[in-house]
């Protein structure tokens, strides 16, 4: 594939256009997956009977469901023609025998109505034997319960590097998870043709792996299963993995009754059966030299996978390759686990395992500066990579020069000096209430670190009458894919954009897709659009030549005209098309796409995982109230390096919405379950938007500005574009670092904060109370505090 990175003259790619479906967002005529079963006949929905034990072995008597007005049939494992599992570890029985956390499917009603099917299911008997249960990540620690395997990312001699380093700091860092809270449930609507193909619909990130687990649990090859995502109101994650069994349930229904099947959970559901974003636990220790560069590093993550392995082992891989952040660390040494509990088996969510690590090490700076007394902005930036340098996994930091030039920028642009002097000033005025601003980067790599999943595939289709149809691998769920794809083959094709329209993502279309995920999506879809649409124009080009009378080589197509350099004429698109089909030219392709230069040994956690990184920086301002803990978010300036834009509008959407996502995760939603050891053990109790606090209008900051890292062009992606979907998201540790310099502001310099996760009104109440009575003290020579 020539020149990836090389834009033509007047492209489509860089244009701010709006999102594709933005018109019918706005009015409400938007299509999701459940809107679709009320436009067919004879739907039955699908109930679950969920349990009310977090552990136990389960017995069900199912005889009461029938005698309920309306339900047609109980699903049990007794009707699996296939595999009775609905992952890929084969350790998520799609019936289980073991009820493994509160709110878990023991089997599924159909009914003629929701209502009649949710009677039916409370009419279901489960006899429970309870068994111990493991709630929280220390219990597990305690019990020694893990799956899956561990991981060790290690670079030199990091036990030396702690004992001769001049100062050694030691700590637990602990956080939590975090609900997707995505707009639409999780959502599929399935039925059998005459022909015997199982079709569905489903809000899925991943159709082929859902295509391949609704095959294996009913029996049949993938051939005689299409899924189709038509779009999705959000996901973030959340939609990679826990879709498939759902789709599964509305196709062994669909096949068993011969009627079509929804699932469509209600958000209470939705929230206790789904899994979250992983939380972890992480013992570490950290090693600094006199001038406060970081000497060594040993740390412990443990990750709380929940019932199952889901995702959790490439979230916990991808943690340990980003626990440097952006930082050279010369000696290493990171073990990795992952702790099997009784609760939601947790899963992807936007940064999948990216943010966790970085938490580590930004986490034992902000600790770290006054212990040190070293001002955190100049100990972040001393400790960037240099050119040249390579990461504990051995891959070299492309760009590196990158990071300190945004640093830089934010700190001129965001005027970050003088505000820091006027705080300084407001806070020696101000008893009671506390400003800070705090800067922190994100270096974060791109592509997925199992290297088979980085290739994909789409068909690009032109008809006689000039339009374009194009079909690819990846999903849309809100972020602005379709959109980037629609610009990327109008710009390939030189066609204008509303000449262009994307068809939804379905597996008889594009086949073996990879997840949308990864931040990926663009990176890999966009080559793969580019690939087809290349094919198809050169197949034209002969053509357009013979009418206009050139070499080939120098036809060019561009805004829906096709001429040549110094040619004072032109011909439409059009006609060049109808002249093709005259001619027989293929005017249609398959295009394909695979990620070069990628190398990843998953045993020793060495290699060059990721295609490039994605590089940012943020200042977040804050006013802390001494009496309540409360604060709000003064102000936020972001550069980002979004390589050379493909959609900018897209991308700042992209970047906005990722820093407030994040600053949820790091100062809002806080998940709780009850691990008491009464009769809710278990049970998690923030099961709605009136117990989980996510980010409102009120908790946006006052004065918002972004701006993206000029002259970044990224040789070797689409148009030279970069990644957006993820990196942003870690922006928002400026924000927790803003509160911990604040609540440190209450006490005398010098004292290190330790500020708990998330940080809530609450936790910084409680930090401030500590301020002033907690002496943190570093220790020279490989000693521990």
Same mark, same amino acid.
């Given at each position: 594939?020539?020149?990836?990175?090389?834009?033509?003259?007047?492209?489509?790619?860089?244009?701010?256009?709006?999102?594709?479906?933005?018109?019918?967002?706005?009015?409400?005529?938007?299509?999701?997956?459940?809107?679709?079963?009320?436009?067919?006949?004879?739907?039955?929905?699908?109930?679950?009977?969920?349990?009310?034990?977090?552990?136990?072995?389960?017995?069900?008597?199912?005889?009461?469901?029938?005698?309920?007005?309306?339900?047609?049939?109980?699903?049990?494992?007794?009707?699996?023609?296939?595999?009775?599992?609905?992952?890929?570890?084969?350790?998520?029985?799609?019936?289980?025998?073991?009820?493994?956390?509160?709110?878990?499917?023991?089997?599924?009603?159909?009914?003629?109505?929701?209502?009649?099917?949710?009677?039916?299911?409370?009419?279901?008997?489960?006899?429970?034997?309870?068994?111990?249960?493991?709630?929280?990540?220390?219990?597990?620690?305690?019990?020694?319960?893990?799956?899956?395997?561990?991981?060790?990312?290690?670079?030199?001699?990091?036990?030396?590097?702690?004992?001769?380093?001049?100062?050694?700091?030691?700590?637990?860092?602990?956080?939590?998870?975090?609900?997707?809270?995505?707009?639409?449930?999780?959502?599929?609507?399935?039925?059998?043709?005459?022909?015997?193909?199982?079709?569905?619909?489903?809000?899925?990130?991943?159709?082929?792996?859902?295509?391949?687990?609704?095959?294996?649990?009913?029996?049949?090859?993938?051939?005689?299963?299409?899924?189709?995502?038509?779009?999705?109101?959000?996901?973030?994650?959340?939609?990679?993995?826990?879709?498939?069994?759902?789709?599964?349930?509305?196709?062994?229904?669909?096949?068993?009754?011969?009627?079509?099947?929804?699932?469509?959970?209600? %958000?209470?559901?939705?929230?206790?059966?789904?899994?979250?974003?992983?939380?972890?636990?992480?013992?570490?220790?950290?090693?600094?030299?006199?001038?406060?560069?970081?000497?060594?590093?040993?740390?412990?993550?443990?990750?709380?996978?929940?019932?199952?392995?889901?995702?959790?082992?490439?979230?916990?891989?991808?943690?340990?390759?980003?626990?440097?952040?952006?930082?050279?660390?010369?000696?290493?040494?990171?073990?990795?686990?992952?702790?099997?509990?009784?609760?939601?088996?947790?899963?992807?969510?936007?940064?999948?395992?990216?943010?966790?690590?970085?938490?580590?090490?930004?986490?034992?700076?902000?600790?770290?500066?006054?212990?040190?007394?070293?001002?955190?902005?100049?100990?972040?930036?001393?400790?960037?990579?240099?050119?040249?340098?390579?990461?504990?996994?051995?891959?070299?930091?492309?760009?590196?020069? %990158?990071?300190?030039?945004?640093?830089?920028?934010?700190?001129?642009?965001?005027?970050?000096?003088?505000?820091?002097?006027?705080?300084?000033?407001?806070?020696?005025?101000?008893?009671?209430?506390?400003?800070?601003?705090?800067?922190?980067?994100?270096?974060?790599?791109?592509?997925?670190?199992?290297?088979?999943?980085?290739?994909?595939?789409?068909?690009?289709?032109?008809?006689?009458?000039?339009?374009?149809?194009?079909?690819?691998?990846?999903?849309?769920?809100?972020?602005?894919?379709?959109?980037?794809?629609?610009?990327?083959?109008?710009?390939?094709?030189?066609?204008?954009?509303?000449?262009?329209?994307?068809?939804?993502?379905?597996?008889?279309?594009?086949?073996?897709?990879?997840?949308?995920?990864?931040?990926?999506?663009?990176?890999?879809?966009?080559?793969?659009?580019?690939?087809?649409?290349?094919?198809?124009?050169?197949?034209?080009?002969?053509?357009?030549?013979?009418?206009?009378?050139?070499?080939?080589?120098?036809?060019?197509?561009?805004?829906?005209?096709?001429?040549?350099?110094?040619?004072?004429?032109?011909?439409?698109?059009?006609?060049?098309?109808?002249?093709?089909?005259?001619?027989?030219?293929?005017?249609?392709?398959?295009?394909?796409?695979?990620?070069?230069?990628?190398?990843?040994?998953?045993?020793?956690?060495?290699?060059?995982?990721?295609?490039?990184?994605?590089?940012?920086?943020?200042?977040?301002?804050?006013?802390?109230?001494?009496?309540?803990?409360?604060?709000?978010?003064?102000?936020?300036?972001?550069?980002?390096?979004?390589?050379?834009?493909?959609?900018?509008?897209?991308?700042?959407?992209?970047?906005?919405?990722?820093?407030?996502?994040?600053?949820?995760?790091?100062?809002?939603?806080?998940?709780?379950?009850?691990?008491?050891?009464?009769?809710?053990?278990?049970?998690?109790?923030?099961?709605?938007?009136?117990?989980?606090?996510?980010?409102?209008?009120?908790?946006?900051?006052?004065?918002?500005?972004?701006?993206?890292?000029?002259?970044?062009?990224?040789?070797?992606?689409?148009?030279?574009?970069?990644?957006?979907?993820?990196?942003?998201?870690?922006?928002?540790?400026?924000?927790?670092?803003?509160?911990?310099?604040?609540?440190?502001?209450?006490?005398?310099?010098?004292?290190?904060?330790?500020?708990?996760?998330?940080?809530?009104?609450?936790?910084?109440?409680?930090?401030?109370?500590?301020?002033?009575?907690?002496?943190?003290?570093?220790?020279?020579?490989?000693?521990?505090?």
């Amino acid at each position: 594939m020539s020149g990836l990175a090389d834009r033509p003259a007047e492209p489509v790619v860089g244009l701010a256009a709006a999102h594709e479906s933005a018109a019918l967002h706005a009015t409400g005529l938007a299509m999701y997956t459940d809107d679709l079963a009320g436009r067919t006949a004879g739907v039955l929905t699908a109930w679950p009977v969920q349990s009310t034990s977090a552990h136990a072995r389960v017995v069900l008597d199912v005889t009461g469901a029938h005698r309920v007005p309306g339900v047609v049939r109980v699903l049990t494992a007794a009707d699996v023609p296939g595999v009775n599992d609905a992952g890929v570890k084969h350790d998520e029985p799609l019936f289980p025998t073991e009820a493994m956390y509160h709110g878990h499917a023991l089997a599924w009603v159909l009914g003629e109505t929701p209502e009649a099917a949710r009677r039916g299911a409370a009419a279901v008997t489960v006899d429970y034997e309870p068994l111990p249960s493991l709630i929280t990540v220390d219990e597990a620690i305690a019990a020694g319960s893990y799956q899956g395997a561990t991981r060790t990312v290690a670079r030199g001699d990091a036990a030396a590097a702690l004992s001769e380093a001049a100062f050694v700091l030691e700590g637990v860092t602990e956080f939590g998870g975090q609900e997707h809270f995505y707009l639409e449930t999780h959502a599929s609507l399935a039925h059998v043709d005459s022909e015997g193909q199982v079709f569905v619909e489903s809000s899925t990130q991943h159709p082929s792996e859902t295509q391949e687990i609704v095959a294996h649990v009913l029996g049949i090859p993938s051939h005689r299963v299409t899924v189709q995502a038509l779009r999705m109101g959000g996901a973030f994650g959340g939609k990679e993995m826990q879709p498939h069994g759902l789709a599964a349930i509305a196709a062994l229904g669909a096949g068993l009754t011969g009627r079509p099947v929804r699932v469509r959970l209600n %958000r209470t559901q939705d929230i206790t059966m789904t899994g979250k974003r992983h939380p972890f636990h992480i013992a570490w220790r950290a090693g600094f030299a006199e001038d406060g560069r970081l000497a060594g590093l040993e740390a412990t993550l443990t990750a709380d996978g929940g019932w199952c392995l889901d995702l959790s082992e490439p979230v916990l891989s991808r943690a340990l390759c980003h626990v440097d952040n952006a930082y050279w660390i010369p000696d290493v040494h990171l073990v990795g686990r992952v702790a099997k509990t009784h609760k939601t088996s947790n899963t992807a969510f936007r940064g999948f395992g990216g943010p966790q690590g970085v938490f580590v090490i930004e986490d034992i700076l902000g600790r770290a500066a006054p212990l040190l007394g070293i001002d955190p902005v100049e100990l972040r930036r001393a400790n960037f990579y240099a050119p040249g340098q390579l990461t504990p996994y051995g891959q070299v930091v492309k760009d590196a020069e %990158r990071m300190p030039a945004i640093w830089d920028r934010v700190r001129d642009e965001a005027d970050i000096d003088a505000r820091r002097a006027e705080i300084a000033a407001f806070n020696a005025a101000h008893e009671h209430v506390k400003r800070a601003i705090a800067m922190t980067p994100v270096k974060f790599g791109i592509s997925f670190n199992f290297t088979a999943f980085n290739q994909a595939g789409a068909l690009v289709q032109v008809y006689k009458d000039g339009s374009v149809l194009v079909n690819h691998g990846g999903t849309e769920m809100g972020q602005g894919l379709h959109t980037k794809m629609l610009q990327v083959a109008a710009t390939a094709l030189g066609v204008p954009y509303s000449r262009v329209r994307l068809a939804p993502t379905r597996t008889d279309k594009v086949p073996n897709t990879s997840a949308t995920a990864a931040s990926s999506g663009a990176d890999l879809n966009g080559a793969a659009v580019k690939n087809a649409c290349e094919q198809i124009r050169n197949g034209m080009a002969p053509v357009a030549a013979g009418v206009l009378g050139v070499d080939p080589a120098d036809v060019v197509f561009s805004g829906g005209l096709v001429t040549a350099p110094g040619l004072d004429r032109s011909v439409s698109f059009d006609d060049v098309v109808a002249a093709s089909y005259l001619a027989r030219v293929q005017m249609f392709a398959a295009g394909y796409y695979r990620t070069e230069g990628l190398h990843w040994d998953a045993e020793r956690m060495q290699g060059s995982p990721f295609k490039y990184f994605s590089y940012g920086a943020a200042a977040t301002e804050v006013e802390v109230d001494g009496f309540t803990g409360e604060y709000r978010i003064r102000r936020v300036d972001i550069v980002h390096d979004v390589g050379d834009s493909l959609s900018p509008q897209i991308d700042l959407g992209q970047i906005e919405g990722g820093y407030v996502q994040g600053l949820g995760w790091l100062t809002l939603e806080e998940l709780r379950w009850d691990a008491t050891d009464g009769p809710g053990r278990g049970r998690l109790l923030t099961t709605s938007a009136s117990t989980y606090k996510l980010p409102s209008f009120s908790e946006m900051p006052e004065q918002f500005t972004v701006r993206f890292f000029a002259d970044a062009r990224e040789d070797g992606a689409i148009y030279g574009s970069k990644a957006v979907g993820e990196p942003p998201l870690m922006l928002a540790f400026s924000a927790r670092e803003a509160l911990r310099e604040a609540v440190g502001a209450f006490g005398d310099p010098g004292r290190s904060v330790v500020l708990a996760s998330p940080a809530t009104p609450e936790a910084v109440f409680w930090a401030i109370q500590a301020v002033r009575e907690a002496a943190d003290v570093a220790v020279p020579a490989g000693g521990a505090r």
